[in-house]
């Protein structure tokens, strides 16, 4: 479902972690072993939904057959109120796995929703929004696919799909130039090079740039650089950038603005599930 992604390995390392060697002992205790519940999770507020199969992933992991009916799409965007997946199946595998289902599915919802946000903030200008590497660790291909649900475009995700050159590379190097001819000279096809001042880019698209990064230079200054590049590379605007100055720098004429706060700093989607006990 989400490239690169084995959902198997993580549906059962998280159920691990929350079941321990005993399970859950308190469904165990309370609830007799035949009992049937039936519930609706559905969404308290505004959001963009990510992660409901993943969710329903889990109740059927120890549930195989329970009933499990999705009522909207990863990607929609639903009002507050909105019923987002019924269920109904064994009442002690649904309650065991309700807690894993919800972290997920509100976690990833809560980074959609913020992406679909700065999505919105930058609409008309031309620009597209990027993620990046600022991630959990563990869950980048999670929250990379939550941020495509919102409406952003991922960046390289990892250190094995493109190089990005940055100070420091540049510092051991000595120059922008040499740190980019030596990533050339491996044969790396996709280079990006950070650039933090007007006078790098014409060495870095010289020696080998594909992309550029320019980094935390205010709107005046991307403005000056795009009409540097003329358009010889793709420019991204990144560093500090935040909703209420995000379309300001869209509007300079950069191809795209990276966001680390999409993964960095969403909060969860306040989702919840209730369960109600099927008539014996």
Sequence with gaps: MIPGFDLSTFIRATLAEDM????????????????????????RDA?????????????RHLDPSA???????????????????RLR??????LTAER??????????????LTATYVTAIEGTGATLLDTRKTIPGLRRLEKYATRMGGATNHRIGLWDAAM?????????????????????????????????????DPA????????????MAPATLREAVTRVAGRVPTEASGGVRLDTIRAIAETGV?????GRLTQSAPAADIGLDFTLDAP
Excluded at 47 to 59: Q, S
Excluded at 100 to 113: F, K, R
Excluded at 255 to 259: A, G, L, P
């Design 20 to 43: 321990g060697e005993a399970g859950d002992i308190t469904a165990a205790a309370v609830i007799p072993a035949d009992a049937i519940f039936s519930g609706v999770m559905d969404s």
């Design 47 to 59: 959001i963009t939904v990510a992660g409901l199969d993943i969710a329903a992933a889990f109740f």
């Design 67 to 85: 009933e499990l009916e999705p009522l909207v799409a990863d990607g929609d965007r639903v009002a507050a109120g909105t019923a987002l997946l």
């Design 89 to 94: 199946g064994n009442a002690r595998a649904l």
């Design 100 to 113: 894993s289902a919800l972290n997920t599915v509100q976690h990833l919802s809560g980074v959609a929703t």
């Design 165 to 201: 050159i940055k100070d420091n590379h540049i510092a051991v190097a000595g120059s922008v130039g040499e740190a980019t001819a030596r990533a050339v000279a491996a044969g790396i096809e996709r280079i990006i090079v950070e650039v933090d001042s007007i006078d790098q880019i």
């Design 205 to 216: 698209i010289a020696a080998g740039a594909t992309h550029l990064l320019l980094d935390n």
């Design 255 to 259: 191809n795209y603005v990276s966001v």
